[in-house]
């Protein structure tokens, strides 16, 4: 291991930026040095750009999903996502995640029926397990965000009021004097630069009223609902039969609406949002009259680069409600990905997922049993061939790619 540490650091961060996720475990143990860097600075950043992270909930289990588009424009390009499951989480039942700022929320039972909530850090391989005060109901809704001193906190709005969980002081609260009556369901909320936007809208029976669609906006650092923001407006026009929000890189927000009259998806995107003033742009307008009976829900995410949208759907495939991937461009479909689950008991979470240094567990005393130890120490033995392997592969096509 000695020669990974005399290894100049210019070198060193070159190598690891170019290190898959898969690997971080392997880089990670292979000296303490890779070990210090891969924890104060994001590796793996040339892949986490060309890659898109999905979590799925199915039967009440988590499986982690990832998109490389890269070639997609390519007819001959396959797509195939790689779908795991993560089964450090195999003994809860899961009902809900949400993101934020490279952190996970999970919402689960445990076997004894208590609500658990799990925060987790995938890049840093942490995770916190939080007690709520009660438990939890299916129509109780969650929002993970932070302050502007960087303070992580959860959000939790029940029929019963609001409370809100701060990371640094390990209690929850009652928000006094907190009403948004309005705010419809959890899976159309996205986080955004450490607050979250909520979708909301007015109903009359099972009818939204035209011209009522808005979003809004919990403010972590006040705690408190800001005012409504205006969606696109033809978002609000008569014949609009679905509409949904996302976020690209937690830099900017994305809706995505569905128009019954002229069979097309529409997509924008914010090009300014302050206090009190948002503006859109349009990003991409495409027909869909093709498949449009087939669609009935979903989430999505852009790539701006190329262009293309990815939209998660529980759709009619092969006679029955499966969850498809609609790739769509300029050009209209580009790809239909069958993900291979039954969409009735599936739940998607998709994001472009960006990379967190976030420590979840500060101020917190984490026990390691003697029994971890001892595992640890056998994988920082068993890996150091496999890490020497990889880094070997690595470090000559940086020296291949820089001579030719």
Same mark, same amino acid.
């Given at each position: 291991?000695m020669m990974f540490d005399l /290894?100049?650091?210019?070198?060193?961060?070159?190598?690891?930026?170019?290190?898959?996720?898969?690997?971080?475990?392997?880089?990670?143990?292979?000296?303490?040095?890779?070990?210090?860097?891969?924890?104060?600075?994001?590796?793996? &950043?040339?892949?986490?750009?060309?890659?898109? /992270?999905?979590?799925?909930?199915? +039967?009440?289990?988590?499986?982690? &999903? @990832?998109?490389?588009?890269?070639?997609?424009?390519?007819?001959?390009?396959?797509?195939?996502?790689?779908?795991?499951?993560?089964?450090?989480?195999? &003994?809860?039942?899961?009902?809900?995640?949400?993101?934020?700022?490279?952190?996970?929320?999970?919402?689960?039972?445990?076997?004894?029926?208590?609500?658990?909530?799990?925060?987790?850090?995938?890049?840093?391989?942490?995770?916190?397990?939080?007690?709520?005060?009660?438990?939890?109901? =299916?129509?109780?809704?969650?929002?993970?965000?932070? *302050?502007?001193?960087?303070?992580?906190?959860?959000?939790?709005?029940?029929? %019963?009021?609001?409370?809100? $969980?701060?990371?640094?002081?390990? @209690?929850?609260?009652? =928000?006094? *004097?907190?009403?948004?009556?309005?705010?419809?369901?959890?899976?159309?909320?996205?986080?955004?630069?450490?607050?979250?936007?909520?979708?909301?809208?007015?109903? +009359?029976? =099972? #009818?939204?009223?035209?011209?009522?669609?808005?979003?809004?906006?919990?403010?972590?650092?006040?705690?408190?609902?800001?005012?409504?923001?205006?969606?696109?407006?033809?978002?609000?026009?008569?014949?609009?039969?679905?509409?949904? /929000?996302?976020?690209?890189?937690?830099?900017?927000?994305?809706?995505?609406?569905?128009?019954?009259?002229?069979?097309?998806?529409?997509?924008?995107?914010?090009?300014?949002?302050?206090?009190?003033?948002? !503006?859109?742009? &349009?990003?991409?307008?495409?027909?869909?009259? *093709?498949?449009?009976?087939?669609?009935?829900?979903?989430?999505? $995410?852009?790539?701006?680069?190329?262009?293309?949208?990815?939209?998660?759907?529980?759709?009619? $495939?092969?006679?029955?409600?499966?969850?498809?991937?609609?790739?769509?461009?300029?050009?209209?479909? !580009?790809?239909?990905?069958?993900?291979?689950?039954?969409? @009735?008991?599936? #739940?998607t979470l998709m994001c472009s997922?960006?990379?967190?240094?976030?420590?979840?567990?500060?101020?917190?005393?984490? +026990?390691?049993?003697?029994?971890?130890?001892?595992?640890?120490?056998?994988?920082?033995?068993? /890996?150091?061939?496999?890490t020497l392997f990889v880094i070997?592969?690595?470090?000559?096509?940086?020296?291949?790619?820089?001579? %030719?």
């Amino acid at each position: 291991m000695m020669m990974f540490d005399l /290894l100049p650091e210019d070198l060193v961060e070159e190598i690891l930026s170019r290190v898959q996720r898969r690997c971080l475990r392997a880089v990670r143990s292979t000296c303490k040095r890779w070990n210090c860097l891969s924890k104060n600075r994001i590796l793996c &950043k040339g892949e986490a750009r060309q890659e898109y /992270l999905g979590i799925m909930v199915k +039967e009440s289990k988590v499986f982690s &999903k @990832s998109y490389d588009l890269h070639g997609i424009q390519n007819k001959e390009h396959v797509v195939t996502p790689s779908i795991k499951q993560i089964k450090k989480f195999s &003994k809860l039942e899961i009902s809900q995640v949400f993101h934020c700022d490279g952190l996970l929320l999970l919402v689960g039972k445990e076997v004894n029926n208590n609500t658990r909530l799990i925060v987790w850090n995938p890049y840093m391989s942490q995770i916190r397990y939080i007690q709520p005060r009660t438990n939890y109901d =299916l129509s109780d809704v969650y929002a993970l965000g932070y *302050d502007n001193k960087g303070n992580h906190k959860i959000l939790m709005m029940s029929r %019963y009021g609001y409370e809100i $969980f701060d990371f640094k002081s390990n @209690s929850w609260k009652v =928000l006094d *004097d907190v009403h948004h009556s309005d705010i419809m369901c959890h899976d159309q909320s996205v986080s955004l630069k450490g607050n979250t936007y909520f979708y909301r809208r007015k109903v +009359e029976g =099972l #009818k939204v009223i035209t011209g009522t669609r808005f979003f809004v906006c919990f403010d972590f650092t006040r705690e408190r609902f800001g005012p409504c923001f205006p969606l696109p407006s033809n978002f609000n026009v008569k014949g609009t039969v679905y509409v949904t /929000l996302s976020s690209i890189r937690e830099e900017q927000l994305a809706s995505l609406c569905i128009h019954w009259y002229t069979y097309t998806v529409e997509i924008q995107v914010t090009t300014k949002i302050e206090q009190n003033e948002v !503006l859109w742009r &349009k990003f991409l307008t495409v027909d869909i009259s *093709d498949f449009y009976s087939k669609i009935f829900t979903g989430s999505f $995410f852009i790539d701006q680069e190329k262009k293309l949208a990815v939209i998660f759907a529980r759709s009619i $495939f092969k006679g029955s409600l499966q969850s498809i991937a609609y790739i769509t461009g300029e050009n209209g479909l !580009l790809r239909q990905v069958d993900l291979g689950a039954d969409a @009735s008991s599936v #739940k998607t979470l998709m994001c472009s997922y960006v990379l967190s240094l976030v420590q979840i567990n500060q101020g917190l005393e984490v +026990e390691v049993s003697p029994k971890g130890q001892k595992k640890r120490s056998n994988l920082s033995t068993s /890996l150091f061939y496999s890490t020497l392997f990889v880094i070997l592969i690595i470090f000559f096509s940086f020296i291949f790619s820089v001579l %030719y």
